[in-house]
C-alpha cells in the first residue's frame, strides 16, 4: 500500500490503526522520532491532541477519533486515485504489503516473489508474517496469503498451487522402539511433538477416512509454536509430528523421517492470494496474480 504523501495524515492514521509509533513507523518507512514529530506538528497545527500516550500504550483522543473518522475515507480516495494513475505506467513501481503465515511464506518466496522481483524491478515486496489472522484492510495490507478455508468470505481468493496435506512422521530411530501406529487411535500409545495455536489452544490433529473424522491431542513431551522447531524435535527422535507434507518432503525422500497413516490425511485445498473485491486492485498486486495464473499455468 503506498503513502498518501500527505505525511502527517498517513502517520496519524498509522499510528490509530497500530495503537503504537512502533509497527506504524515500520509500515510507513520512518523512524519512531520522525513519526512522532510528524503526528506532533499536525496535533500543534490542529490545537487539539489526537492520542492519549503513556509508557505502556497509544489510544485515540475523542478529537481523534472524530478526525480519523473523517479523514480516513478522504485518504483511501486519494490512494487509489494514486495508483490508478500509476497502472498506466508501463510496469508498476511502489510497495506491495502482504500479511501471511511463516510456513505460508516459505512456500511463496522461492517460486512466486523472486521471479516477481526479476519481472518487476521497481517494485518493493514487504511481506509481515503472524501465525494470528487479520484484517488485512484495516492493518493496511493489499494482500493476504493463507489457506483457503481460512480465507475471509468477502475477500476474493487466488489459488497458489496445489492442494496440500498433512504428514504424521517420526525418525526411524523412533520406530525402532515404538511401533508405527495403524490407526489414529494407536496415538494414545506414542509420544507426540504438539502444536500450540496462536490463540493459545493446542491444535488437535485430524484425520479422515472413508468418511470418518477424527480430532486427537495426542500426549507428548513438547509442545511447540513453529513447524521447523517440530521438524527438528521429530528428526532427533523425540516423537511423532504431524506436518505439511511442503514440510517434510525432503526429509522422506533422504530417509531421516518416515511416514505413517498417510492413508488418514486427505488432501485439502491449499494456499491463496486474497485481497478486497471491493477496492481498485493497484498495479503491483495485479503484477502479482497475474504472475500467479501464469505460473500456474506452467508460463
Not at 510528524?38 to 500543534?44: G, M, N, P, S
Not at 494407536?186 to 490463540?199: E, T, Y
Not at 525432503?250 to 477496492?279: I, K, M, N, S
Amino acid at each position: 500500500m503506498r503513502p498518501s504523501g500527505l505525511v502527517e495524515l498517513d502517520a496519524v492514521l498509522a499510528v490509530a490503526r497500530h495503537r503504537g509509533f512502533r509497527t506504524a513507523a515500520t509500515e510507513l518507512g520512518m523512524s519512531r522520532s520522525a513519526l512522532s514529530h510528524a503526528v506532533a506538528a499536525l496535533e500543534t497545527k490542529l490545537g487539539v491532541r489526537l492520542f492519549h500516550r503513556t509508557t505502556r500504550s497509544v489510544s485515540l483522543t475523542e478529537a481523534g477519533e472524530q478526525f480519523v473518522a473523517g479523514i480516513a475515507p478522504a485518504l483511501g480516495d486519494i490512494r487509489e486515485a494514486m495508483e490508478r494513475a500509476g497502472s498506466h505506467r508501463e510496469t508498476p513501481a511502489g510497495t506491495l504489503r502482504i500479511n501471511t503465515s511463516v510456513g505460508a511464506a516459505r512456500q511463496l518466496m522461492e517460486p512466486i516473489v523472486f521471479e516477481y522481483l526479476r519481472r518487476y524491478p521497481d517494485m518493493t515486496v514487504d511481506i509481515v508474517t503472524e501465525g494470528r489472522l487479520v484484517d488485512i484492510v484495516v492493518d493496511g495490507f493489499d494482500a493476504g496469503v493463507r489457506l483457503k478455508e481460512l480465507v475471509p468470505q468477502d475477500m476474493i481468493a487466488v489459488p497458489l498451487g496445489p492442494d496440500q496435506r498433512f504428514a504424521v512422521v517420526g525418525s526411524p530411530a523412533y520406530f525402532e522402539s515404538h511401533p508405527k501406529p495403524r490407526t489414529p487411535a494407536d496415538l494414545a500409545r506414542h509420544r507426540c511433538i504438539r502444536s500450540r495455536l496462536p490463540s493459545g489452544g493446542i491444535y488437535r490433529w485430524e484425520f479422515a477416512r472413508h468418511g470418518e473424522a477424527v480430532a486427537i491431542d495426542g500426549e507428548g513431551p513438547l509442545i511447540l509454536d513453529e513447524p521447523n522447531l517440530m521438524l527438528a524435535a521429530a528428526r532427533a527422535g523425540i516423537g511423532l509430528a504431524y506436518l505439511s507434507e511442503w514440510n517434510v518432503a525432503a526429509d522422506l525422500a533422504a530417509g531421516r523421517l518416515v511416514r505413517v497413516l498417510e492413508e488418514w490425511t486427505p488432501p485439502f485445498p491449499g494456499l491463496c492470494l486474497y485481497y478486497p473485491g471491493r477496492r481498485h486492485v493497484p498495479a503491483g498486486l495485479r503484477a502479482m496474480i497475474d504472475l500467479i495464473r501464469a505460473l500456474r499455468r506452467g508460463g
